[in-house]
Protein backbone atom coordinates (compact mmCIF):
# COMPACT_ATOMS: atom_id res chain seq x y z
CA UNK A 1 0.00 0.00 0.00
CA UNK A 2 1.29 3.48 -1.04
CA UNK A 3 1.92 6.22 1.17
CA UNK A 4 1.44 9.58 0.66
CA UNK A 5 2.84 12.32 3.09
CA UNK A 6 1.98 16.08 3.16
CA UNK A 7 1.23 19.17 5.54
CA UNK A 8 -1.76 19.83 6.90
CA UNK A 9 -1.65 23.05 9.03
CA UNK A 10 2.19 22.52 9.35
CA UNK A 11 1.87 19.08 10.71
CA UNK A 12 3.50 16.39 8.90
CA UNK A 13 0.83 13.57 8.50
CA UNK A 14 0.23 10.29 6.14
CA UNK A 15 -2.55 8.58 4.19
CA UNK A 16 -2.62 6.02 2.02
CA UNK A 17 -2.42 7.17 -2.20
CA UNK A 18 -6.27 7.71 -3.14
CA UNK A 19 -7.52 8.86 0.13
CA UNK A 20 -9.53 12.51 0.02
CA UNK A 21 -8.04 15.35 2.07
CA UNK A 22 -10.91 15.25 4.26
CA UNK A 23 -9.70 10.96 5.41
CA UNK A 24 -6.46 12.22 5.78
CA UNK A 25 -7.25 14.80 8.09
CA UNK A 26 -9.91 12.61 10.56
CA UNK A 27 -7.37 9.88 10.09
CA UNK A 28 -4.73 12.05 12.24
CA UNK A 29 -7.37 13.78 14.20
CA UNK A 30 -7.78 16.71 12.40
CA UNK A 31 -11.46 17.83 12.53
CA UNK A 32 -13.08 19.38 9.14
CA UNK A 33 -16.42 20.37 9.37
CA UNK A 34 -19.00 18.41 6.96
CA UNK A 35 -22.72 18.28 6.03
CA UNK A 36 -23.82 16.31 3.15
CA UNK A 37 -20.22 14.19 3.59
CA UNK A 38 -21.06 10.65 5.71
CA UNK A 39 -18.55 7.91 5.82
CA UNK A 40 -19.73 5.15 3.22
CA UNK A 41 -21.31 7.46 0.63
CA UNK A 42 -20.18 8.43 -2.21
CA UNK A 43 -18.63 11.90 -1.64
CA UNK A 44 -20.72 14.83 -3.38
CA UNK A 45 -19.52 18.09 -2.68
CA UNK A 46 -22.56 19.79 -2.39
CA UNK A 47 -22.57 21.73 0.92
CA UNK A 48 -18.76 23.38 0.65
CA UNK A 49 -18.02 23.27 4.68
CA UNK A 50 -15.24 20.76 3.64
CA UNK A 51 -13.38 23.57 2.03
CA UNK A 52 -9.70 23.91 2.54
CA UNK A 53 -6.76 25.82 1.46
CA UNK A 54 -4.10 24.08 -0.60
CA UNK A 55 -1.13 26.02 -0.90
CA UNK A 56 -0.13 27.24 -4.35
CA UNK A 57 -4.02 26.88 -5.38
CA UNK A 58 -5.95 30.15 -5.04
CA UNK A 59 -9.01 28.88 -4.94
CA UNK A 60 -10.62 26.41 -1.57
CA UNK A 61 -10.60 22.90 -2.26
CA UNK A 62 -13.35 20.72 -0.94
CA UNK A 63 -11.36 18.46 0.89
CA UNK A 64 -14.41 15.70 0.92
CA UNK A 65 -13.37 15.33 -2.65
CA UNK A 66 -9.83 16.30 -3.36
CA UNK A 67 -6.96 13.73 -3.32
CA UNK A 68 -4.07 13.97 -0.73
CA UNK A 69 -1.02 14.04 -2.87
CA UNK A 70 2.70 13.87 -1.76
CA UNK A 71 3.96 17.53 -0.46
CA UNK A 72 0.88 19.46 -0.52
CA UNK A 73 0.32 21.63 2.30
CA UNK A 74 -2.83 22.14 3.67
CA UNK A 75 -4.65 24.43 6.25
CA UNK A 76 -8.19 24.06 7.70
CA UNK A 77 -8.77 26.09 10.09
CA UNK A 78 -7.62 29.85 9.11
CA UNK A 79 -9.88 33.12 9.87
CA UNK A 80 -10.73 32.98 5.95
CA UNK A 81 -11.96 29.34 6.40
CA UNK A 82 -13.71 29.71 9.33
CA UNK A 83 -15.41 33.32 7.72
CA UNK A 84 -16.94 31.00 4.75
CA UNK A 85 -18.36 28.35 6.93
CA UNK A 86 -19.88 30.68 9.42
CA UNK A 87 -21.55 32.21 5.72
CA UNK A 88 -22.38 28.98 4.73
CA UNK A 89 -24.39 27.96 7.80
CA UNK A 90 -25.89 31.53 8.01
CA UNK A 91 -27.22 31.20 4.32
CA UNK A 92 -28.46 27.57 5.02
CA UNK A 93 -30.17 28.64 8.70
CA UNK A 94 -31.82 32.13 6.20
CA UNK A 95 -32.87 30.04 3.58
CA UNK A 96 -35.49 27.72 5.35
CA UNK A 97 -36.78 27.28 8.26
CA UNK A 98 -34.98 26.16 11.49
CA UNK A 99 -36.45 27.22 14.67
CA UNK A 100 -34.91 24.56 16.22
CA UNK A 101 -37.06 25.02 19.63
CA UNK A 102 -39.73 23.48 17.75
CA UNK A 103 -37.85 20.82 16.16
CA UNK A 104 -38.11 17.16 16.56
CA UNK A 105 -34.27 17.09 16.52
CA UNK A 106 -33.41 20.39 18.41
CA UNK A 107 -30.32 18.90 20.27
CA UNK A 108 -29.57 16.24 17.81
CA UNK A 109 -29.11 18.15 15.04
CA UNK A 110 -25.99 18.55 13.07
CA UNK A 111 -26.90 21.81 11.43
CA UNK A 112 -27.80 23.15 15.00
CA UNK A 113 -24.08 21.97 16.86
CA UNK A 114 -22.30 23.16 13.79
CA UNK A 115 -23.79 26.67 14.27
CA UNK A 116 -23.23 26.11 17.76
CA UNK A 117 -19.13 25.47 17.41
CA UNK A 118 -18.89 27.78 14.53
CA UNK A 119 -20.02 30.76 16.94
CA UNK A 120 -22.97 31.78 14.60
CA UNK A 121 -25.22 33.64 17.17
CA UNK A 122 -26.92 35.58 14.24
CA UNK A 123 -27.73 35.62 11.10
CA UNK A 124 -26.80 38.73 8.47
CA UNK A 125 -28.99 37.74 5.49
CA UNK A 126 -32.80 38.17 4.95
CA UNK A 127 -35.11 35.27 6.18
CA UNK A 128 -36.87 33.34 3.13
CA UNK A 129 -38.81 31.06 5.25
CA UNK A 130 -40.76 29.82 2.25
CA UNK A 131 -43.46 28.13 4.87
CA UNK A 132 -43.03 24.87 2.33
CA UNK A 133 -45.28 22.01 2.62
CA UNK A 134 -44.90 19.21 4.53
CA UNK A 135 -45.30 15.30 3.33
CA UNK A 136 -46.40 13.13 5.75
CA UNK A 137 -48.50 10.81 3.35
CA UNK A 138 -45.98 8.09 4.73
CA UNK A 139 -47.45 5.71 7.04
CA UNK A 140 -44.28 6.18 9.41
CA UNK A 141 -42.00 8.52 8.48
CA UNK A 142 -42.37 12.40 7.72
CA UNK A 143 -40.79 14.41 5.09
CA UNK A 144 -40.83 18.59 6.60
CA UNK A 145 -39.13 20.33 3.63
CA UNK A 146 -38.53 23.30 5.41
CA UNK A 147 -36.02 21.47 7.73
CA UNK A 148 -33.84 20.34 4.39
CA UNK A 149 -30.66 21.57 3.62
CA UNK A 150 -30.53 19.42 0.26
CA UNK A 151 -27.62 17.51 1.28
CA UNK A 152 -28.43 14.48 -0.47
CA UNK A 153 -27.68 11.94 2.40
CA UNK A 154 -31.26 10.43 1.67
CA UNK A 155 -30.81 10.56 -1.90
CA UNK A 156 -27.38 8.83 -1.85
CA UNK A 157 -28.35 6.36 1.20
CA UNK A 158 -31.55 4.96 -0.88
CA UNK A 159 -29.70 4.30 -3.60
CA UNK A 160 -26.33 3.66 -2.93
CA UNK A 161 -27.19 1.45 0.49
CA UNK A 162 -30.60 0.27 0.15
CA UNK A 163 -31.14 0.26 -3.85
CA UNK A 164 -34.54 1.45 -3.75
CA UNK A 165 -33.57 4.84 -5.46
CA UNK A 166 -36.34 6.39 -4.28
CA UNK A 167 -35.16 9.72 -3.36
CA UNK A 168 -34.25 12.47 -5.95
CA UNK A 169 -33.31 16.00 -5.72
CA UNK A 170 -36.11 17.94 -7.98
CA UNK A 171 -35.94 21.74 -9.36
CA UNK A 172 -32.94 24.01 -9.30
CA UNK A 173 -31.52 26.26 -6.97
CA UNK A 174 -33.67 27.82 -4.27
CA UNK A 175 -36.16 25.61 -5.76
CA UNK A 176 -34.72 22.18 -5.00
CA UNK A 177 -36.62 19.85 -3.41
CA UNK A 178 -36.27 16.00 -2.34
CA UNK A 179 -38.83 14.35 -4.19
CA UNK A 180 -39.99 10.70 -3.81
CA UNK A 181 -40.47 8.80 -6.88
CA UNK A 182 -40.51 11.74 -8.99
CA UNK A 183 -42.51 13.63 -7.49
CA UNK A 184 -45.19 11.34 -5.42
CA UNK A 185 -46.27 12.01 -2.33
CA UNK A 186 -44.11 9.72 -0.26
CA UNK A 187 -46.83 7.15 0.99
CA UNK A 188 -47.64 6.71 -2.51
CA UNK A 189 -44.29 5.77 -3.55
CA UNK A 190 -44.01 1.96 -5.01
CA UNK A 191 -39.87 2.02 -4.72
CA UNK A 192 -39.95 2.91 -1.38
CA UNK A 193 -38.97 -0.06 1.12
CA UNK A 194 -39.70 1.78 4.15
CA UNK A 195 -36.60 0.92 6.07
CA UNK A 196 -35.98 3.94 7.61
CA UNK A 197 -32.68 4.42 6.62
CA UNK A 198 -32.57 7.96 4.94
CA UNK A 199 -34.43 9.22 8.09
CA UNK A 200 -31.71 8.15 10.16
CA UNK A 201 -28.86 9.82 7.99
CA UNK A 202 -30.89 13.04 7.82
CA UNK A 203 -28.40 15.43 9.39
CA UNK A 204 -31.67 17.78 10.26
CA UNK A 205 -35.06 17.09 11.12
CA UNK A 206 -36.25 17.25 7.31
CA UNK A 207 -36.74 13.50 7.54
CA UNK A 208 -38.28 12.24 10.98
CA UNK A 209 -40.13 9.41 12.70
CA UNK A 210 -43.93 10.15 13.00
CA UNK A 211 -44.52 9.97 16.92
CA UNK A 212 -41.26 11.88 17.88
CA UNK A 213 -42.03 14.54 20.16
CA UNK A 214 -39.48 17.48 19.91
CA UNK A 215 -35.70 16.50 20.82
CA UNK A 216 -36.60 13.57 20.92
CA UNK A 217 -35.54 11.91 17.09
CA UNK A 218 -31.42 10.92 18.16
CA UNK A 219 -30.32 9.90 15.30
CA UNK A 220 -28.56 5.83 14.94
CA UNK A 221 -25.05 7.39 13.38
CA UNK A 222 -24.03 4.19 13.70
CA UNK A 223 -26.60 2.69 11.50
CA UNK A 224 -25.03 3.03 8.21
CA UNK A 225 -22.06 1.28 9.28
CA UNK A 226 -23.47 -1.51 10.74
CA UNK A 227 -25.11 -2.53 7.19
CA UNK A 228 -22.12 -1.95 5.37
CA UNK A 229 -20.26 -4.06 7.85
CA UNK A 230 -22.86 -6.35 7.46
CA UNK A 231 -23.11 -6.64 3.95
CA UNK A 232 -19.08 -7.19 3.64
CA UNK A 233 -19.22 -10.14 5.83
CA UNK A 234 -22.37 -11.88 4.03
CA UNK A 235 -20.34 -10.87 0.89
CA UNK A 236 -23.67 -8.77 -0.71
FE1 LIG B 1 -17.32 18.35 1.31
FE2 LIG B 1 -19.93 18.82 1.84
S1 LIG B 1 -18.49 17.71 3.00
S2 LIG B 1 -18.67 19.60 0.24
Redo the contacts with the bound molecule.
Keep these: MSVVTLYINDRLVSGRVGQTL?KVARENGIEIP????LEGLE????????MVEVEGQGKLQ????TEAREGLAVHTDSERLLAWRRMIVELLLAERNHTCAVCVVNGHCELQALAAKLGVDHVRYDYLHPALAMDVSQERFGLDHNRCILCTRCVRTCSEIEGACTWAISGRGITSRVTADLDRPWGKSTTCTDCGKCVQMCPTGALYKKGATVGEMVREKTHLQQVMERRQRSGK
Design positions: LTLCYPWGGCRLCAACL
